[in-house]
């Protein structure tokens, strides 16, 4: 049994971050088919296939679904991958036991892992990566054969969300309900197609228009209700998380939408023990932002303002584009520095901060996405410093070993008494 130190957090809450080391004191070896948790409670095995479930066959999904099938035919290395190349350390540093994580906890392996997607548009997923541009032909062609076979399902769309797409592979439905059924009734016939004993639902979908919490959001009775009567404020992507909720199948939300931010969502996740988690993927300028902002904090230095400017030319930089979706991107941007940087406790250092976020669609550019960033700092007697970050990075490529990482952390919480009643957040 792993007995964490009682200096670490608590483990149901650590499970959730992407942390490269975990210092365990002791740990005893399980000869039985479950392993025990801190408390004694078996997590069960991960036994037979995980089927992953993808709204929206875009770049990030093509990445990550191609990555995988050449991760599995020992073409390519799942590099940025927490599961897959993190460790965790037993004992003290000085012993020398780092085993692999997923050596050590039983999660799902990628031989075990099925696809399959919902999407606007009628590509295969060979072909919505040939379109994406991400990876290169030479080596989607070595997994065509996977690819090709995966094609999406009807997708739940609203123009009024997504205003700068449209496709034509779209259900219809008398209202949002009867849409929520259609997608359950995908769930239930790709579970038995697939032979998969356990699901996982992905949100890689576009970053829907911003909407703030409503009375229609705060319990599963009034979310059903707005469901019944086609309420505007019921984004795709809530419709897609009911749906997944109501099936037993675990949620992550790779967007800022607001989409599980609500208590009807948490109520109904802890009603039917079904894990939810994410908010946004950040994986490009976010995460500097979070690599950066705690380093000003443990040095104590003083921050004045950030100004923060993108150029990306894929189908999230032309969804981001339009205001409504990037006023819900720009709100997430936001509020990661506040929230790591807690103004209210150090008020002379961070209680002022001019933070502005721009963000650019740039066609030439493709998924390559370029963030600039210029930060005013000080320190000393309230000397004023400066940095300037030019992050060229390639937005599906950090974002896909996260989804990955999502899929089988989820699947390990749902296997978890412990942790299937917990609400996790990676925003």
Known sequence: MAKVKKSSTMATKTAARRVASVEVESVELQ??????????????????????????????????????????????????????????????????????????????????????????????????????????????????????????????????????????????????????????????????????????????????????????????????????????????????????????????????????????????????????????FKTGQTLMKTVLAPAFKARLLGLRGWYSTNILGNRDGEVLDDPGSFKTKEESKLGALEHILQPALYPELYGNIFHKVRINYYPPRGDNKEGWDNIDIFGWLGYPMQIKVDFLCRDSILAAPIVLDLVLFLDLAQRSPELRRLEFRNG
């Not at 994580?101 to 060979?126: C, H, K, R, S």
């Not at 890689?204 to 469901?227: D, G, N, W, Y």
């Not at 009911?242 to 109520?267: C, K, R």
């Open 31 to 280: 000869s039985s088919n479950k392993t025990h948790g801190a408390a004694g409670h078996a997590i069960e095995p991960a036994k037979g296939k995980l089927g992953v479930m993808i709204p929206g066959m875009g770049a990030v999904a093509t990445t990550f679904v191609a990555g995988v099938e050449a991760v599995r035919k020992g073409i390519a290395h799942p590099i940025g991958s927490l599961t897959q190349m993190g460790t965790v350390r037993l004992g003290k540093r000085t012993d020398g036991r780092s085993p692999k994580i997923q050596d050590f906890v039983p999660l799902a392996g990628l031989n075990d892992l099925v696809f399959t997607g919902w999407d606007i548009f009628e590509d295969n997923m060979y072909a919505a990566a040939r379109n994406a541009g991400v990876l290169e032909r030479d080596l989607l062609d070595k997994v065509k054969g996977r690819l090709s076979a995966i094609t999406p399902m009807k997708a739940v769309f609203d123009h009024n969300y997504v205003k700068k797409i449209d496709g034509p592979n779209v259900k219809k439905g008398k209202n949002k309900l009867d849409l929520a059924e259609q997608l359950r009734q995908d769930i239930r016939d790709f579970k038995k197609s697939s032979r998969a004993s356990r699901l996982i639902t992905i949100w890689c979908a576009s970053t829907e228009t911003f909407i703030r919490p409503k009375a229609i959001h705060q319990s599963v009775k009034s979310l059903e209700k707005a469901m019944q009567q086609n309420d505007q404020n019921i984004a795709p992507s809530m419709v897609y998380a009911y749906a997944s909720l109501m099936e037993g199948v675990p949620f992550a939300n790779g967007a800022p939408n607001l989409t599980v931010d609500i208590p009807a969502m948490l109520e109904l996740s802890r009603e039917r023990e079904v894990p939810i988690c994410g908010k946004d």
